[in-house]
């Protein structure tokens, strides 16, 4: 509690003004990425290339065996069905965000969360 007083009065005697970060200051205050294009570029190819063969997998356990692949089917028990259907399901979700992320901050033109965060300051306002 006597941290907190003495917070409170050093927070009164103080009579600076809270600076508000415009997109333009906190781009002047990073130094620029040359690599951050072909980052986002890799980054968000390997989304989607991981998205797509989630989405194949799933699509391919799916799909009714035909009758020359019935022999060579395998068996799988309930858990290691379950753990197939995890797998799959883990992979689509977290290429998916990862794509989500990527994508936002490359229509944004920002390369690190203060930038997000000044862009949705000048954009949404302080709500």
């Known amino acids: 509690m006597i941290g907190g007083v003495g917070f409170e009065a050093k927070q009164q005697d103080s009579q600076q003004p809270v600076a508000v970060v415009t997109v333009e200051q906190a781009n002047k205050e990073q130094q620029p ?11 968000g190819a390997a989304s989607l290339a991981s998205l797509l063969a989630g989405i194949r997998a799933a699509y391919k356990h799916t799909r009714q065996p035909e009758v020359a692949d019935l022999a060579k089917a395998q068996l799988v028990s309930g ?3 379950a753990f197939k259907a995890l797998a799959v399901a883990t992979a689509i ?9 990527v994508g936002v901050s490359a ?5 690190t969360p203060k930038q997000f965060s000044a862009r949705m300051h000048d954009t949404f306002g302080g709500l």
């Open 33 to 43: 990425f040359k690599t951050s294009t072909a980052v986002k570029s890799v980054l």
């Open 79 to 81: 858990a290691g069905f």
């Open 93 to 101: 979700t977290v290429s998916g965000f990862s794509l989500i992320v």
């Open 107 to 111: 229509l944004l033109n920002v390369n």
